[in-house]
């Protein structure tokens, strides 16, 4: 397969390559994107596909030169992560989708979250003592939920796409049986993941050599039981998947591994399409995904909060606006905790969250000097309601733009990386470990930190809570004007904040606002983590207004963009993960 029309990120030192150092408003030496640095998007007048894996863009891209539209490459590109990119990309775990049509200029949310098996209960996860055995919860067969991917994408594919199951599976069925090349990324991630892996045989089988060594850069990977399944998939639609011979596949799984997934549970297993939530900043609008995603209504939150200050004016990643920043994300988070969860099951107050009046209110809490201590912020909507009367780190992201002006932005995920480490045997695919992300007990933290409380319990058939949110912007005329999102488990929603501000607050272009550095906060552990970049003495500062900033940073994210400007696109891919490429289409 040729690759053409590439940005390829490579992670190593990019931050030190694009940043510079000036005195900031607020006398600190403040770490901001060089204009002039060489980070450039991808133009196209055309169409376009942004991946974490080269391979899976192109394939996406070649979808849109066949005629295909962004749905159709949406497809083709998750379908074909499902092989180049195992530890997230799949077919056993499950996600969000959000969709643009530019005809009927309608935006739609796709809800293919996993689900709990119909044996699941509320404590499931609890040892003798009542206490989480994070162990079962997060790396044992019970951790998987019913997989949503395959049921999504087909029906994204069958509503909205134009060409056939077998037409946009064709190139995965290729790379699987076929094989393709490791790249570093993907060869790194084995090496790091094996002991976990080597665990399982099938997978040790599916993924190491057959003396058990991980694959080296430039070995080919060929994936023969993966190709069998999306060769079922492509002859019988969601049939091939969820019944008869993967269905018995993944069955026989549980059995050996003592999870909980039955026919039933598959046969069952149905896609939602929600109304998306939608808010606005200043003069944009944007919607993005309602729950059980947790991403929409507190990313609209968060810009309700912000949009009290003039953050421009205070600058890009100095202390004062960072402060803010921290501040809107504590209070946003908090109410995560109490608030959300799946609302076929529990009501979720969405319209009260995302109100400008309760993001005001919260803004008239926060002291622009002083940080606040998270033990002393609780979930504030009750309040605030009483007071007015007078009156979730391995996921992936892609988005995709054709020429006639559709959008897909899509987010899905195993939850860890390769999630649970389980592989159906036969079926050449991993099982998620995503009810670690229900709330296993109230007030107990997931995988990522999260607290959670009773909204988002187990229960039979219930999606667990997520953080994912892929995201469309609109300009004021109602034009779409961005498409992006991120993996990253609990920062994916800080994540998607700031791509926002870094390009609508502060002016950057598609390239520089995705490769600025991050912060991030989420309320508990009370602790501010930072990507290399942001200054000392802007660190120093903001721990002198009280704020507790982790000693070791982090890279928090990998956001898959594509930005429409005049009679063009730009696509970045994020550097901060190897093998990432933003392609356009050629014609």
């Known amino acids: 397969m040729k690759i053409k029309a590439t940005v390829t990120s490579i992670m190593i030192g990019f931050l030190a390559i694009v940043s510079s150092s000036t005195i900031g408003a607020d006398g600190a030496h403040t770490t901001f994107l060089d204009k002039n640095a060489r980070f450039h998007p991808v133009v196209s007048q055309l169409g376009m596909v942004v991946s974490q894996e080269t391979i899976a863009s192109q394939v996406g891209a070649d979808i849109l030169e066949a005629g295909g539209n962004a749905i159709d490459a949406a497809v083709a590109t998750g379908f074909a992560l499902a092989v180049t990119l195992p530890r997230a990309g799949n077919?056993?775990?499950?996600?969000?989708?959000?969709?643009?049509?530019?005809?009927?200029?309608?935006?739609?949310?796709?809800?293919?979250?996993?689900?709990?098996?119909?044996?699941?209960?509320?404590?499931?996860?609890?040892?003798?003592?009542?206490?989480?055995?994070?162990?079962?919860?997060?790396?044992?067969?019970?951790?998987?939920?019913?997989?949503?991917?395959?049921?999504?994408?087909?029906?994204?594919?069958?509503?909205?796409?134009?060409?056939?199951?077998?037409?946009?599976?064709?190139?995965?069925?290729?790379?699987?049986?076929?094989?393709?090349?490791?790249?570093?990324?993907?060869?790194?991630?084995?090496?790091?993941?094996?002991?976990?892996?080597?665990?399982?045989?099938?997978?040790?089988?599916?993924?190491?050599?057959?003396?058990?060594?991980?694959?080296?850069?430039?070995?080919?990977?060929?994936?023969?039981?993966?190709?069998?399944?999306?060769?079922?998939?492509?002859?019988?639609?969601?049939?091939?998947?969820?019944?008869?011979?993967?269905?018995?596949?993944?069955?026989?799984?549980?059995?050996?591994?003592?999870?909980?997934?039955?026919?039933?549970?598959?046969?069952?297993?149905?896609?939602?399409?929600?109304?998306?939530?939608?808010?606005?900043?200043?003069?944009?609008?944007?919607?993005?995904?309602?729950?059980?995603?947790?991403?929409g209504v507190h990313l609209i939150q968060m810009l309700n909060i912000l949009e009290n200050y003039n953050l421009a004016k205070l600058g890009h990643n100095n202390a004062a606006s960072i402060h803010l920043l921290i501040e809107g994300m504590r209070s946003a988070y908090a109410d995560r905790s109490l608030y959300l969860g799946d609302p076929d099951f529990t009501p979720v107050p969405v319209q009260k969250i995302i109100s400008k009046s309760y993001a005001k209110a919260i803004s008239e809490q926060i002291n622009p000097h002083k940080a606040r201590r998270s033990k002393d912020v609780y979930p504030g909507l009750d309040s605030w309601v009483t007071s007015q009367s007078n009156e979730s780190e391995e996921t992936t992201h892609f988005s995709t733009w054709d020429k006639h002006g559709n959008i897909v932005s899509n987010t899905y995920t195993l939850n860890f990386a390769y999630g649970s480490g389980i592989a159906v045997e036969g079926a050449g695919f991993l099982l998620n470990n995503e009810m670690d992300d229900f709330s296993a007990k109230p007030g107990s933290a997931n995988g990522y930190g999260l607290i959670g409380g009773t909204a988002n319990a187990i229960q039979p058939k219930k999606r667990p809570l997520s953080s994912m949110t892929p995201t469309i912007l609109f300009d004021a005329n109602n034009k779409p004007i961005l498409a992006t999102g991120s993996p990253g488990g609990s920062t994916i929603i800080t994540i998607v904040l700031q791509i926002i501000l870094n390009w609508a607050e502060f002016g950057m272009g598609i390239a520089e606002a995705t490769a600025a550095p991050r912060i991030h906060h989420q309320w508990l552990p009370d602790e501010v983590y930072y990507e290399k970049g942001i200054s000392q003495d802007t660190l120093s500062l903001l721990r002198s207004m009280g704020h507790s900033i982790q000693p070791k940073s982090r890279v928090l994210g990998s956001t898959q963009s594509i930005a429409a400007k005049e009679n063009y696109l730009e696509g970045s891919a994020d550097p901060r993960r190897q093998g990432a490429a933003a392609i356009s289409q050629n014609n």
């Open 91 to 295: 077919l056993g775990g499950g996600g969000f989708m959000m969709v643009y049509l530019a005809k009927e200029n309608k935006t739609i949310a796709i809800d293919y979250r996993e689900m709990a098996p119909l044996s699941a209960n509320k404590d499931m996860f609890l040892d003798q003592n009542g206490d989480v055995d994070n162990a079962k919860a997060r790396f044992s067969a019970q951790s998987s939920g019913v997989p949503g991917t395959v049921a999504g994408l087909l029906h994204a594919l069958d509503n909205y796409g134009s060409m056939s199951v077998s037409e946009v599976l064709k190139p995965a069925i290729k790379l699987a049986s076929k094989g393709f090349k490791v790249n570093h990324d993907l060869s790194d991630s084995l090496l790091l993941s094996s002991k976990r892996l080597h665990k399982h045989k099938a997978s040790k089988d599916y993924f190491y050599k057959a003396e058990g060594d991980y694959y080296l850069p430039g070995d080919v990977l060929v994936q023969s039981d993966l190709s069998s399944t999306l060769n079922r998939i492509s002859k019988q639609g969601g049939s091939g998947f969820y019944k008869g011979k993967t269905a018995e596949l993944i069955v026989k799984q549980m059995h050996r591994s003592a999870g909980l997934i039955s026919l039933q549970d598959l046969a069952n297993y149905k896609v939602v399409e929600r109304e998306p939530v939608c808010g606005s900043y200043r003069s944009i609008s944007l919607c993005a995904m309602p729950p059980p995603s947790s991403g």
